[in-house]
Structure formats: structure tokens, C-alpha cells
């Protein structure tokens, strides 16, 4: 297992690479750049979209090498520094093979924009798209195995029939339909208003008793995880059902059967562990799913300040040191947690060798 955990490490390091220069050779045909927004800023147009539609400048390189018809009314000096001060001056290999170097450093620069350091902003907003990911992801796992076990014993039955058509109609809502829905009809919308609009604590949460602090954070994520797990929940319930379905067929459940076991021994004691190996294996990548999909249009919603809202206005703004110093390092962590799903079958299933599977 060693020789294999080491092989997928170092597979790690053409991967990331290969992310980075797909990424970083698409933003250089990408229409605008930083320049281009600060210059649509100083001209009152709001942003580099709306200056590229209003016809304000011609972009011939995402990347800074533009011809800025839309500065005539700026110095050429001021233009100049500028693309001294972001290293456009420099080709764009120069730049890319500068930025890999400060990343092996684990320098991924400062914020065009914010004067604010990546690392700073990414720890800034962490705790919010780690709420959403992992408590959606926890919620969704203690509700669908109860629940898909159960649809499995029952399968064919009038409680199965029924649940199925639940998760059916669940799983065809989009997230941000239901959570408009539930800002409706639960926070102050037209109904009801049981839970706050916004944010992710209270105004006088640094006031209250650590009980206090909790309760107020989890009245503050009832919503938002209620919208972002919905699609989560839907899926693991149906996965979990399938798994036992297929586990309950097989001969050792007939031949424990025959020898006497209780139901609830054999199918917690020998069917449980094989059944959810697929399941409970899956749960670092179920996370990462979760943390990284869907989060933008929650957090907007919900006018949480996470990672999603800060890709999307990094995009936005062409804030490339956060474009690219986030994408590297979601990169690594999604690259790291198929490594830690493949421990969690063994450590699920210890007959399972990945060594002996690649031979």
C-alpha cells in the first residue's frame, strides 16, 4: 500500500501542472484583464464586461498585452506601470514558470485588487464553505443510510413506492429554486420568519455563551444546508439501497440466514460492512462535491461570504493572483482526498488491495 499512496503522490505533481497550464493558456484568450478593470473602473463603466460590450477597448491578449483603446484618456506612463506592477511587461512562459515557482514556495501572492494576500483571503472565507460542505455532507449521510437501508428491506413496498417518489421530485428541484423557496417561506419572505435572512452568525454573536455561539450557528446553516444537501441526500439514500439490494442477494446472506442469525444480525453484522463500503468510502469525495459545487449560487443566496463568492468576483474583477493561487490549491486538495478515499475502502474493507490490482 505504501509503493502505491507514493505513486499517487507523485502523480500529483504532473496533474497540478498539467491543471495549471490549461487554465493559465485559456485566461490569455480570455477577453479582458486587470488592466483592463482598473481602466474601466477609473472611466465609471463598472466593469471589464461592460467596457469590452460598450466597445471600450480592444483586447488582444487576456493577459495584459492589450491595445487600450479605451485609456485615451490616460497617461501611457500610468498604463505602462501598471503592466509593470502585474508583470505583463514579462511573456506570458515567464510569467506562468514564476508563478509555479513562488507556488512550490507556497507563495501565492497578493490580491490585485485587495491588497490582501491570497493565503488570507482563502483562510477568510474557509470557514463558510467548510460549514456548508461538511455539515450538508454529515446531514445527508445520517439520514440517507437509515433510509435507504430501510428502502431496501422494504423494497417493492408501499413506504419504498412512496419514498422513492420524494427523492425523485427532490432530486429534480434545483438547489437555488428550493432555496429561494425556503427564504419564502421561512425567513421573513412572505410567510413565515423562523430563521435569519443572511449571514452565517448574529450581530452580537461575539456576546453570547459558547451555547449561545452554537445554537445561533446552526440557526444560521439550518437553510443554507437544507438547500445545498438536497441533491446529496437524494443520491447517497438511493446509492445506499442499491448496495444493500445487491449485498442481500448474494449466497452468504442465504447460507447466515439458514443458520439460524436473527435479520438484524445478518444484516448489521454481514451485509452492513459490504454494503456501505462503496458508501462510507465515498465520503471525503462527497464533501469535496459538496464544498465545491453549487457553493456560488448558496452563498449568494444566502448572502454568505464563502470560496464561491470569492471565485466568482476574483473572475469578475480578473483578479488572477486568487483565480489561480485557489485553483491551485483546490487542485492539490481534491488530488489529495482521492488518495484519502482510496484508504477509506481499505480502511472500510481490508481484503482490498490496490497494489495487487495494478499488477
Given amino acids: 500500500m505504501g509503493a502505491y499512496i507514493l505513486r499517487r503522490l507523485l502523480l500529483i505533481i504532473p496533474t497540478l501542472f498539467g491543471i495549471m497550464v490549461v487554465n493559465f493558456t485559456l485566461t490569455q484568450f480570455v477577453p479582458g484583464g486587470p488592466i483592463e478593470q482598473i481602466i474601466a473602473n477609473l472611466e465609471g463603466q463598472g466593469d471589464v464586461f461592460e467596457s469590452i460590450a460598450g466597445g471600450g477597448s480592444e483586447v488582444i491578449d487576456g493577459g495584459g498585452d492589450s491595445q487600450y483603446e479605451g485609456a485615451r484618456g490616460l497617461p501611457p506612463e500610468f498604463i505602462e506601470e501598471l503592466r ?18 513562488n507556488y512550490v514556495r507556497f507563495d501565492f501572492g497578493e490580491s490585485y485588487f485587495r491588497s490582501v494576500t491570497v493565503v488570507d483571503l482563502v483562510i477568510e472565507k474557509m470557514p463558510v464553505s467548510i460549514s456548508l460542505g461538511l455539515w450538508s455532507t454529515v446531514l445527508a449521510y445520517l439520514v440517507s443510510i437509515p433510509l435507504g437501508i430501510r428502502k431496501a428491506i422494504k423494497d417493492g413496498s408501499s413506504f419504498d413506492t412512496w419514498t422513492s417518489g420524494v427523492l425523485i421530485a427532490a432530486y429534480a428541484i434545483p438547489g437555488f429554486l428550493f432555496a429561494i423557496m425556503l427564504l419564502v417561506l421561512f ?52 446509492l445506499t439501497k442499491n448496495s444493500f439490494l445487491d449485498e442481500i442477494s448474494k449466497q452468504y446472506v442465504v447460507t447466515a440466514r439458514s443458520k439460524g442469525l436473527s435479520e438484524g444480525r445478518v ?56 483565480i489561480f493561487g485557489t485553483l491551485f490549491a483546490f487542485g492539490l486538495i481534491g488530488l489529495l482526498v482521492g488518495i484519502l478515499s482510496d484508504l477509506m475502502y481499505v480502511f472500510v474493507d481490508p481484503r482490498i488491495d490496490f497494489e495487487k490490482r495494478e499488477t
Fill in 84 to 101: 509593470i506592477e502585474f508583470g505583463f511587461d514579462k511573456p506570458a512562459y515567464v510569467r506562468f514558470f514564476d508563478m509555479l515557482w
Fill in 187 to 238: 425567513a421573513g419572505g412572505t410567510y413565515y420568519q423562523w430563521f435569519p435572512l443572511r449571514g452565517l452568525t448574529s450581530d452580537n454573536w461575539s456576546d453570547l455563551s459558547l451555547v449561545g455561539k452554537v445554537l445561533d450557528y446552526f440557526w444560521h446553516l439550518c437553510l443554507p444546508l437544507a438547500a445545498s444537501m438536497i441533491s446529496a441526500f437524494t443520491f447517497s439514500t438511493l
Fill in 267 to 322: 444484516l448489521y453484522g454481514h451485509v452492513f460492512r459490504n454494503a456501505m463500503l462503496i458508501v462510507i468510502a465515498g465520503f471525503p469525495a462527497a464533501f469535496i462535491g459538496i464544498f465545491f459545487g453549487g457553493s456560488l449560487i448558496i452563498e449568494t443566496i444566502f448572502s454568505l461570504d464563502g470560496l464561491g463568492r470569492l471565485g466568482f468576483e476574483a473572475a469578475v474583477a480578473r483578479d488572477y493572483p486568487v
